[in-house]
């Protein structure tokens, strides 16, 4: 768990080894709310998903998690969470 709390960007991913890193900015910000989804569907401590949540930060365009939150919100967003 240490080390995970020292990274300050996103390490490499092998599902993602392009330059073009928005699959993996994508991928990170739903496997953040998924995971926040089953673990406080199961009243379990969602702190293991900081983990994508910092890992989005970092990659994503403030801009576009924006507009996420906003369409989760109004029940538009296009993933599956």
Not at 30 to 59: E, M, T
């Amino acid at each position: 768990m240490e080390k995970i709390k020292n990274y300050r960007t996103a390490p490499f991913d092998a599902r993602f080894p392009n330059t073009n890193q928005t699959r993996n900015c994508f991928q990170n910000y739903l496997d953040f709310h998924r995971c926040n989804k089953a673990l406080s569907d199961k009243g379990q401590d969602v702190a293991p998903c900081d983990w994508y949540q910092r890992v989005y930060k970092s990659i994503c365009p403030m801009s576009w998690v924006a507009k996420w939150d906003d369409q989760i919100e109004a029940g538009s967003f296009p993933g599956k969470i």
